[in-house]
T-cell receptor, first 110, second 115 residues
Framework: GQQLNQSPQSMFIQEGEDVSMNCTSS?????WLWYKQDPGEGPVLLIA?????ELTSNGRLTAQFGITRKDSFLNISASIPSDVGIYFC??????????FGAGTRLTVKP | DSGVTQTPKHLITATGQRVTLRCSPR?????VYWYQQSLDQGLQFLIQ???????AKGNILERFSAQQFPDLHSELNLSSLELGDSALYFC??????????????FGPGTRLTVT
């Protein structure tokens, strides 16, 4: 089906390190989104991708829409303490509903 | 600030009770989605409304219901509450223009505690 496999489940990194996380699916999507959720808050949209192969940056964040349309990755460069949170990927193939990954919990040690 | 508002922010109630959560979408957004997030879990899709009509249903219990009003705000009604219903409830909205679903923007959530 349209299950999203997001990995890793959690990451513990040192401040200043780069981070990479990804989402894969056995189904294709025509939209990939990446969200960040702080504890007790709603997810905030970070990056939206609409074309296979698309590479988009938002500050220190870079995300790519996989060429097969079945995967996407998010990179965070030079991590800082405020990057702590849970990162969710989401994929959609309209008219089907958007699917969310289980999340990657990021901890940044100063 | 996503532009999506939710009230109340916190709600504490007893088992067996009924509560109503309210959501106002971003200006111009016609679609409203409701999600449930239990402790340390992912987002579970409950239901979607588009321009006042139910469009899609997820894992929503029969004790739960929702509606979207003419001014596009939405309410999620939870009845016969159980301890396991304690969770964060998020509302999201999107444009959904020309048949294409837009990016979903989330509200701050309502934290429901059932005691």
């Amino acid at each position: 089906g349209q299950q999203l496999n997001q990995s890793p489940q959690s990451m513990f990194i040192q401040e200043g390190e780069d981070v990479s996380m990804n989402c894969t699916s056995s189904s294709i999507f025509n939209t990939w989104l990446w969200y960040k959720q702080d504890p007790g808050e709603g997810p905030v949209l970070l990056i939206a991708l609409y074309k296979a192969g698309e590479l988009t940056s938002n500050g220190r964040l870079t995300a790519q829409f996989g060429i097969t349309r079945k995967d996407s990755f998010l990179n965070i460069s030079a991590s800082i303490p405020s990057d702590v949170g849970i990162y969710f990927c989401a994929g959609q193939l309209f008219p089907l509903l958007m699917r969310f990954g289980a999340g990657t919990r990021l901890t940044v040690k100063p | 600030d996503s532009g999506v508002t939710q009230t109340p922010k916190h709600l504490i109630t007893a088992t067996g009770q009924r509560v109503t959560l309210r959501c106002s979408p971003r200006s111009g957004d016609l679609s409203v989605y409701w999600y449930q997030q239990s402790l340390d879990q992912g987002l579970q899709f409950l239901i979607q409304y588009y321009n006042g009509e139910e469009r899609a249903k997820g894992n929503i219990l029969e004790r739960f219901s929702a509606q979207q009003f003419p001014d596009l705000h939405s309410e999620l009604n939870l009845s016969s509450l159980e301890l396991g219903d304690s969770a964060l409830y998020f509302c999201a909205s999107s444009v959904t223009s020309g048949g294409v679903e837009g990016e979903q923007y989330f509200g701050p959530g309502t934290r429901l505690t059932v005691t």
